[in-house]
């Protein structure tokens, strides 16, 4: 009689069983499930919703949603969610000005994953622009992934300058010799007659973005990377100081309307405009709305704040994470780099944006050296590549929401209303130390 009960056959096959199942269970499964994707934007929304039936040809059995969510209510529901156990996005981005907000408190408060095991294992931080993970990283430890890079060029009219003989990018290496040129006989008085009918340069005077970007040109942010405010500093008095004197010379400031709307581009398209600062974003926006002008501008670097000093900044940003509420990090994760980390979507991000991609295996596709016929045939996607090393890291301070709330009127009051800088600086930085100081429990 045999001796086990069923006979040397079940016998057998449960024996293989026993042996093969460490090695079916050790195979790595297939990722699916459902995944929530939050973001703010509507050119990031139509590139995701374009792409998001290939991942989930990819990922049999995965489902992925995509919903566009208004920057402040995003903000909001992103904080709501943190503290609840509803409603939460797996993935998430957030506007690079506010993301500090979320870093407030220990790490076990962060309502984001750390990434930073990720990114290191699969070397991913070799790969990306080094500054640009900078905002998103905290005591060491990263949260984030950024969707850009934002350098900034100024865009000259060559054609208005050039019947006057003027070289702008060999004349005005730093800014002093740039607003020099501005003042020249014809360039802002188009008769020659004393009268200006034209603007040297288009600011934004009604909140805190140029004066930041100009700020961080010089290698300073409103922070430093202890969290120390620094935005009353002799530096940063000095710079808005120099920025608010520009906007009370006649015609060499057009003061940037606050709506962003039709009349932003109205002084471009009637020759009224010489000059503007343009982060890569915005000099797609420029190609888009103003396409009267095409073939007239070109893009240099920006004017160095001093003989040999950096020639480019940052204007805006996102971080993109997963939070800590997501039931499948894995799937998430795989999303993350789908839509980030991938060089033929990435160089079709920029010809459809001109949003200069984190990665720089991107920059080397040869779209980026093509002439662009709308500044000239320039080979605009080469000058960014080129200037994107150079742009300044910027500290997110967990207070910079609160700080921001104050800037804006301030550069509104020194640009509109002729306030003293240093004063208006201070007061503003005053009341965030004695914040900080209130919240230190939080630390």
């Not at 890079?149 to 060559?158: E, I």
């Not at 795989?334 to 984190?358: C, G, H, M």
């Amino acid at each position: 009689m045999s001796a086990f009960p069923l006979g040397r056959a079940p016998f057998v096959i449960l024996i293989m069983f026993f042996v093969a199942a460490p090695f079916v269970l050790a195979r790595p499964q297939p990722l699916k499930g459902n995944v929530e994707y939050w973001t703010f934007a509507q050119t990031h929304y139509d590139e995701y919703i374009g792409r998001v039936k290939e991942f989930e040809k990819r990922h049999p059995g995965t489902t992925v949603r995509v919903s566009k969510v208004q920057e402040s209510i995003l903000r909001d529901k992103l904080a709501a969610a943190f503290l609840s156990d509803t409603n939460a996005p797996d993935l998430v981005e957030v506007e690079i000005s506010h993301v500090g907000r979320f870093f407030q408190g220990p790490a076990s408060d962060v309502g984001f994953l750390d990434l930073t095991d990720r990114l290191h294992s699969e070397g991913w931080f070799d790969k990306l622009v080094p500054s640009r993970l900078v905002p998103w990283t905290v005591k060491g430890r990263t949260y984030g992934v950024p969707h850009d890079v934002h350098p900034v060029v100024l865009l000259y009219r060559k054609d208005l300058l050039d019947p006057l003989g003027i070289d702008l990018p060999k004349e005005a290496t730093t800014w002093d010799e740039f607003y020099q040129v501005l003042q020249r006989p014809g360039v802002l008085d188009s008769r020659k007659n004393g009268k200006r009918d034209r603007y040297g340069i288009m600011h934004n005077g009604h909140e805190m973005g140029h004066f930041r970007m100009l700020l961080l040109q010089r290698g300073m942010d409103f922070f430093n990377d202890r969290g120390e405010v620094q935005f009353d500093s002799p530096i940063a008095v000095d710079t808005l100081r120099r920025f608010r004197e520009r906007f009370y010379v006649d015609h060499l400031v057009f003061r940037q309307p606050i709506n962003w709307g039709p009349d932003l581009y109205g002084p471009m398209k009637e020759d009224r405009l010489i000059c503007a600062v343009a982060p890569d974003w915005f000099y797609g926006s420029i190609k888009t709305n103003a396409p009267e002008v095409a073939g007239k501008w070109r893009a240099m670097p920006l004017p160095a704040w001093e003989p040999g000093g950096r020639r480019t900044s940052t204007m805006g940003g996102t971080m993109v994470s997963i939070t800590k509420k997501t039931r499948n990090p894995e799937l998430a994760w795989e999303l993350l780099k789908f839509f980030n980390f991938e060089r033929a979507a990435l160089v079709e991000r920029y010809r459809q944006t001109r949003i200069l991609p984190p990665l720089r295996a991107a920059w080397t596709d040869p779209f980026f050296s093509e002439p662009d016929p709308y500044c000239g045939g320039q080979a605009v996607g080469k000058l960014l590549a080129q200037l994107a090393e150079q742009v300044p890291p910027v500290q997110q301070g967990k207070y910079m929401s609160e700080a921001i709330t104050f800037l804006n009127p301030v550069v509104y009051r020194c640009t509109a209303m002729m306030a003293d800088p240093e004063s208006e600086l201070k007061r503003a930085a005053e009341w965030v130390r004695n914040r900080q100081k209130a919240d230190r429990f939080n630390e």
